[in-house]
């Protein structure tokens, strides 16, 4: 089955306790890409890689950091998150130049106290 | 920059009644336009899709015109159902792709 898989699903973490959340495809996308989703401001970009080796931040990249080392696998590490990191992170993947489809995981709610 | 506007929720509605979710986006280009659908507690799935102006994208009994001169992508069902309950996100993309910009999305209610 086609999907993105991304682990944990829930977190709550303390200020300051580095975390990665990890996200991986099935379908050899080259492009993958993270996206935060917050009440009222929808989903914004934070990083994303048009192919392994290659990353560009988004709209909000502060304060993450990503790696393309294979092409399924594209984890979001947050060194030393904060309050404001609180949201729900959704990783994506598709958009090859004949495939206009982005494909979605599940979700992970991330909870920083 | 690229931006979307849709309108604000929730909609709530009775089932079989006609829904319209309004769109309208800026864009420097010529932008593909999405919509996606978020049911409760799940990722984003690609409801319909229109890559040029005056396509119509459908799916599950939706649809959506590509208006490039009132640069507008409304979502219209006929009839809706109570499993119709979810989040719907109005999205464009346009260059090569590496973006989805995204509308802050509506929340839609189905009542019996």
């Known amino acids: 089955e086609a999907q993105v898989t991304q682990n944990p699903r829930y977190l709550i973490t303390v200020t300051g306790k580095k975390l990665t959340v990890t996200c991986s495809q099935n379908?050899?996308?080259?492009?993958m890409s993270w996206y935060r989703q917050d009440p009222g401001l929808g989903l914004r970009q934070i990083y994303y890689?048009?192919?392994?080796?290659?990353?560009d931040k988004g709209d909000v990249p502060e304060g993450y950091k990503v790696s393309r080392k294979e092409k399924r696998n594209f984890p979001l590490i947050l060194e030393s998150p904060s309050p404001n990191q609180t949201s729900l992170y959704f990783c994506?993947?598709?958009?090859?130049?004949?495939?206009?489809?982005?494909?979605f995981g599940q979700g992970t709610r991330l909870t920083v106290v | 920059g690229n931006s979307v506007t849709q309108m604000e929720g929730p909609v709530t509605l009775s089932e079989e009644a006609f829904l319209t979710i309004n769109c309208t986006y800026t864009?420097?280009?010529?932008?593909?336009l999405f919509w996606y659908v978020q049911y409760p507690g799940e990722g984003l799935q690609l409801l319909l899709k229109?890559?040029?102006?005056?396509d119509k994208g459908s799916n599950k009994g939706f649809e959506a015109t590509y208006r490039k001169e009132t640069t507008s992508f409304h979502l219209e069902k006929g009839s809706v159902q109570v499993s119709d309950s979810a989040v719907y996100f109005c999205?464009?993309?346009?260059?090569?792709?590496?973006?989805?910009?995204f509308g802050t999305g509506t929340q839609l209610k189905v009542e019996l």
């Open positions: 994506a993947s598709g958009w090859t130049p004949k495939n206009t489809e982005a494909f």
């Open positions: 379908m050899n996308h080259e492009y």
């Open positions: 890689s048009m192919n392994v080796e290659v990353t």
């Open positions: 864009a420097t280009g010529y932008p593909s």
């Open positions: 229109a890559t040029k102006a005056d």
């Open positions: 999205a464009l993309s346009e260059g090569g792709g590496n973006k989805l910009t």
